[in-house]
């Protein structure tokens, strides 16, 4: 596949609705389905990191140092670890442990009902399981809002952080959380940060690990076959993941068909291209439309 390049690589000129059919069929038709899931899906479901619903959480926080959106804000330098927790204890809270703004993961749980299938996503928002996924079919690949993890980190241990976070969310004031609600190692007594893919101190559980193993026993399963690898809301931050091995293991297997559904990023190689659905749509609307008999 070594001319899988920007250049090798084209939208499909089907109509929507062609698209959404051809879909349908090779969902119902295939005997594994792979699911890969990217930021484009949790923000279809709601999960907007800017606009209104930044404004409405953290008008403070942008007056103050600037920042516009929670994405930029997660790698701000706060000048005190107090004001660093007021502004994460908010962004966890809000994009962990709150309801779905839109039932998207519901419905996609609901397609995905009585199929042989597995869930590999880079989103940290725990979505897929708050919507009912079997925690044995999903990897979390780049961590999770609701575990924090050594600073150092001096073991490779996580710890549930919904107590702490709600603690922080409720008494933070001035921007600003009480010194002794700052989290810290119960080993080693360093800082805890969130447990999330951003340098070599990520901390790779057993969950982790356990979680990897079920993922990579899956895919030797069903190397052959009517496979359906269904990419959903993927960009380029991290190709390696999920899109270029999807790329790969569906020109492996001539029986494979590759899905990608994402707004204004819908492509696929052309090695592949009679064998794939490439969807330019939001994919909210596009879970429903599969949904329908």
Not at 8 to 17: C, G, L, N, P, V
Not at 106 to 119: A, H, I, M, N, T
Not at 130 to 143: D, N, S
Not at 190 to 205: G, I, M, Q, Y
Request: aromatic share 12%; with cysteine; glycine share 8%.
């Amino acid at each position: 596949m070594h001319t899988m390049l920007a250049d090798a690589m084209r939208t499909t000129d089907a109509t929507y609705r062609e698209s959404i059919e051809k879909l349908r069929e090779a969902l119902n038709a295939a005997d594994a389905v792979i699911v890969g899931a990217g930021a484009g899906l949790s923000t279809a479901a709601g999960y907007a990191y800017g606009g209104e619903r930044f404004h409405a959480h953290f008008a403070d926080f942008e007056e103050r140092f600037g920042i516009r959106d929670m994405y930029s804000g997660g790698f701000f330098p706060f000048p005190t670890r107090q004001e660093f927790w007021a502004f994460w204890s908010r962004m966890i809270w809000l994009n962990r442990y709150t309801d779905d703004p839109k039932p998207t993961y519901q419905k996609l749980r609901q397609l995905l009902e009585g199929r042989d299938y597995f869930v590999i996503t880079t989103n940290v928002d725990h979505r897929f399981q708050a919507a009912g996924v079997e925690k044995e079919r999903l990897f979390y690949t780049q961590g999770d809002y609701g575990l924090f993890q050594c600073s150092k980190p001096c073991c490779q241990e996580t710890f549930d952080n919904e107590k702490a976070v709600r603690a922080m969310l409720e008494q933070q004031e001035g921007m600003r959380v009480p010194e002794g609600l700052l989290p810290i190692c119960p080993h080693c007594g360093r800082p805890l940060v969130p447990n999330l893919r951003s340098d070599d101190t990520f901390v790779e559980d057993a969950g982790w690990h356990t979680a990897a193993d079920r993922y990579h026993r899956f895919l030797r399963e069903h190397r052959q076959g009517r496979v359906l690898y269904l990419e959903l809301g993927v960009g380029y931050n991290t190709p390696v993941i999920i899109k270029y091995p999807f790329w790969r293991m569906t020109a492996d297997n001539p029986e494979a068909v590759y899905a990608c559904v994402n707004y204004g990023e819908a492509f696929c190689p052309e090695e592949i291209a009679d064998r794939s659905v490439c969807l330019n749509a939001d994919l909210d609307c596009v879970v429903g439309d599969l949904a329908e008999e």
